[in-house]
């Protein structure tokens, strides 16, 4: 059975700098995705970021992105130029890509931005 | 992505009745999922509902006690039944999209007292 960890229950970090949250994950498989969601405090669920296990270049988007190492089953979220509203719960899942799997989400990191 | 929509956004329901959550998609999807995020912890799967299917439930939920409807592809409904406070939680539906991606709706919010 596939697992994922988050090893910091809580982080804080100041506005304008840059944070990395960690995941590990724990799995057979060869082929699977990796995904950051985030969870304000409206609790709504928002993708973040998606990696392919298959690719090697680190997956971006704007002040996101990730350092994928497969070797080593870590997928660690960095977050540029910190903002208020980046303050939220952040949740790693991991999902195998073989018919009928589903999602498995880590514990999830409770990360406060500061100004 | 996708536009999903939960109805209620929360409620607060005495032990032993029953509430059904309503989750509607903008566009038709194969796969829904229900999950159910006590407080504090992270998501966990109840069931996954496709249309024209009975749901599949993951081990520890069973359907008499969360009964689901996916009458089309738009479309599902939870229902948590004889509701207890070990039930307070947010409840959330997703579809999936682009491969395996999922997005989900804003959550229902279940307080039982």
């Known amino acids: 059975a596939q697992t994922v960890t988050q090893s910091q229950p809580e982080m804080s970090v100041q506005e304008a700098e840059t944070v990395t949250l960690s995941c590990t994950y724990d799995t057979s498989e060869n082929n699977y995705y990796l995904f950051w969601y985030k969870q304000p405090p409206s609790r709504q669920m928002i993708l973040v970021i998606r990696q392919e296990a298959y690719k090697q270049q680190n997956a971006t988007e704007n002040r996101f992105s990730v350092n994928f190492q497969k070797a080593a089953k870590s997928f660690s979220l960095k977050i540029s130029d910190s903002q208020l509203g980046d303050t939220a719960m952040y949740f790693c899942?991991?999902?195998?890509?073989?018919?009928?799997?589903?999602?498995?989400f880590g514990p999830g990191t409770r990360l406060s931005v500061l100004p | 992505s996708a536009v999903i929509s939960q109805k209620p956004s929360r409620d607060i329901c005495q032990r032993g009745t029953s509430l059904t959550i309503q989750c509607q998609v903008d566009?038709?999807?194969?796969?829904m999922f229900w999950y159910r995020q006590q407080p504090g912890q992270s998501l966990t799967l109840i069931a996954t509902a496709n249309q024209g299917s009975e749901a599949t439930y993951e081990s520890g939920f069973v359907i008499d006690k969360f009964p689901i409807s996916r009458p089309n592809l738009t479309f599902s409904t939870l229902t948590v039944s004889n509701m207890s406070p070990e039930d307070s939680s947010i409840y959330l539906c997703s579809v999936e999209r682009v491969g395996v991606t999922q997005y989900f709706g804003p959550g229902t919010r279940l307080t039982v007292l």
């Open positions: 899942a991991f999902i195998a890509d073989n018919y009928g799997q589903n999602f498995v």
């Open positions: 566009s038709q999807v194969t796969m």
